[in-house]
């Protein structure tokens, strides 16, 4: 067994004129295909640790000294893109009841979070990811972490995430990160928002 590089959920031209196809092809077979193959050859060497990415990362202490940046910087990098795929959606998604009333609950309007989002996604600096989780009480909190480092090291499940590594962005949005931050307002599946609040919830 080997951690898998999973399929798109759509073709590569989706989630056009959002995210290029180049980006995505790129983004996909390249980038995520690296992290992928580097978290393979760090757990390697460690077999007696399993591939439980989701578990090891829970708690980094317990992942032996020599390779725990490689699975932190790869495993994540793998759990944060497989996710992010399924985050994305061609097709339009309304945000479920459920949901809107956690972040009414949190920030006091969609529009309050949609905001405190794009701070998070805005103002990380260099490469990193902007998150929307569910935090150990079971409330929706706005954060950012940066490289690959996901907030299940940090006790938080993700319900929401948005790469901003230049590689997400760069070919079409250049130097305008908040451009793509925008564009990705408009391709959020809502749907899988939902399911993954669910789980976390329960
Ligand atoms: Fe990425």
């Not at 759509?10 to 790129?26: G, R, S």
């Not at 944060?80 to 956690?102: D, G, Q, Y």
């Not at 990811?129 to 409330?139: I, Y």
């Amino acid at each position: 067994m080997a951690i898998i590089l999973p399929d798109l959920p759509y073709a590569y031209d989706a989630l056009e004129p959002y995210i290029d196809a180049e980006t995505m092809t790129l983004h996909h077979d390249k980038h995520h295909a690296t992290y992928v193959a580097n978290a393979n050859a760090a757990l390697e060497k460690h077999p007696e640790i399993g591939e439980d990415l989701v578990a090891l990362l829970s708690d980094v202490e317990q992942i032996p000294a020599d390779i725990r940046q490689a699975l932190i910087n790869n495993g994540g990098g793998h759990l944060n893109h497989a996710l992010f795929w399924e985050l994305l959606s061609p097709e339009k998604t309304e945000i479920t009841e459920e949901v809107a009333a956690a972040i009414n609950e949190a920030f006091g309007s969609i529009d309050a979070f949609q905001e405190a989002f794009t701070v998070a996604a805005t103002t990380r600096f260099g490469s990193g990811w902007a998150w929307l989780v569910v935090n150990a009480e079971g409330k929706l909190e706005v954060m950012s972490t940066a490289n690959q480092d996901t907030p299940i090291m940090e006790g938080k499940q993700p319900i929401l995430a948005l790469d901003v590594w230049e590689h997400a962005y760069y070919l079409n949005y250049r130097n305008v990160r908040p451009n793509y931050i925008k564009a990705f307002f408009e391709i959020i599946n809502w749907t899988k928002v939902a399911e993954l609040y669910a789980a976390a919830k329960a």
